[in-house]
């Protein structure tokens, strides 16, 4: 048998498969050979296929796969199974595979995590199984994961890893680093060396390339940065993402209500965070709150419901504006076809407007020392585009309906509507934010029944006195 014939027949048939297409999705191949290693339990098989992946692939992996497949999955793994993949899926996954796992199993799994990892993934459980959880766990690890849990939601304190470095301030930079390379206990990944005082009140920070160009006798505290960026563990966590893009961090101390170092905050876990908040706004300017992909239809009907009953009464209102005039619609069936127009445009203008406020209010960019100025924009922005789609329309209809007047009265209503629909979508946001109402959950309702009552309103109203028709 030739050398190649050979190599052929040793090296394993999962190297042959990607993992991944062209476009970055999951491999089709990988995932029905995935699955028919679980249906054989063939655990070689499957350890071969997966033991080496990217908590990220793994993630992907675990929410591709039907619920029964993934305790199988994960149960014949083994210790192969990289428990950091629970924070790449969604929660629903989440939960249900830690539903359909032992605790003990669940607690020997978060053991190897980081502090940040395993607090993310116990979270989102009710309290009884956190607790299970973690007295299956060492003492020192249960302790500082409850310290961590009992920090608010969505906080630094839930984000921060409570694994760090921290020296004395009379250690030399070779002290320094003898004990960074004989500590068996140390983080995986950092980037910067705090220094503290006796009851851990932090003082400065040194980056790692100072302490790798720095001569060994020279003091941690010559070279230290006192400029601290630390954050409190109570911070929320928006904006300590903010705090990150604007001074270009890629690490920071938290500290709790006494200043003393608990943790530290990462660029990865902020770049999580930035995911969230991003998905989360966009969900609720939708209206369908916290809903993942792999959420049950009755979850999903019950989150959409709410705002779906808030839209209908908004638009039974929009209605009644319309009954008020039902002889004018009647007196000139061609109201009743035009009228969806006005009400469009200014829906979308509307929205337009509203999705830039609430992003500037979201980032801080819109505030009381610009808004009069963003105001007065929204308002010459709304007169052009209303006046250019005025005449558009108002041509269209002219040609349509053999009618100049009908032309000029649903011009004169789009240019009102739009005017109201940049007024709305500006203010609504504002005065929702200052009532400690979220901009991006209520705005587009109310918005949206500005844009309609006024559009309905303007354009029924002006053609009812344009011709003398009856009200």
Known sequence: M?????????????????????????????????????????????????????????????????????????????????????????????????????????????????????????????????????????????????KALDYPEESAGRRMQSEFIAVAPFWTVGQTIDYMREARDLPDDFYEIYVVDPTFKLLGSVHLDKILRTKRDRKVTSIMSERLDAVEATEDQEEVARRFERYNLVSSAVVDENDRLVGVLTVDDIVDVIQE?????????????DEEISDSVMTIARSRFVWLVVNLGTAVLASVVIALFDETIEAMVALAVLMPIVASMG??????????????????????????????????????????????????????????????????????????AGLSGLLIPIILDKFNVDPAIASSVFVTTVTDVVGFFAFLGIAALWFGLPF
């Open 2 to 146: 030739s050398e190649a014939a050979e190599l052929e027949i040793m090296a394993p048939e999962a190297a042959a498969i990607p993992v991944r297409d062209e476009d970055e999705r999951l491999n089709r191949a990988f995932i029905e050979a995935i699955e028919a290693a679980i249906a054989d339990e063939d655990q070689p098989k499957l350890s071969e296929l997966a033991a080496n992946l990217h908590e990220a692939d793994t993630g992907d992996l675990l929410e591709t796969l039907d619920a029964e497949e993934r305790a199988a999955f994960i149960r014949l793994l083994g210790n192969d199974f990289d428990y950091t993949a629970l924070t790449e899926t969604d929660e629903a996954v989440r939960l249900q595979v830690l539903e359909d796992l032992p605790n003990e199993v669940i607690a020997e799994g978060l053991g190897d995590l980081d502090s940040d990892d395993a607090v993310y993934i116990l979270e989102d459980l009710d309290e009884e199984d956190q607790a299970a959880i973690l007295e299956e766990l060492p003492y020192a690890d249960r302790a500082q994961l409850k």
């Open 347 to 420: 829906g979308n203008a509307g929205t337009q407007t509203m999705t830039v406020a609430v992003r500037g209010i979201a980032t801080q960019e819109l505030s009381a020392r610009n808004m009069v100025r963003v105001l007065n924009r929204e308002v010459l922005v709304s007169m052009l585009n209303g006046v250019a789609l005025a005449f558009l329309i108002g041509i269209t209809a002219w040609i349509w309906f053999q009618s100049p007047g009908l032309g000029v009265v649903i011009g004169a209503a789009i240019i009102i509507n739009m005017l109201f």
């Open 277 to 289: 908040e991003a998905e989360e706004d966009l969900r609720a300017l939708a209206g369908v709150g």
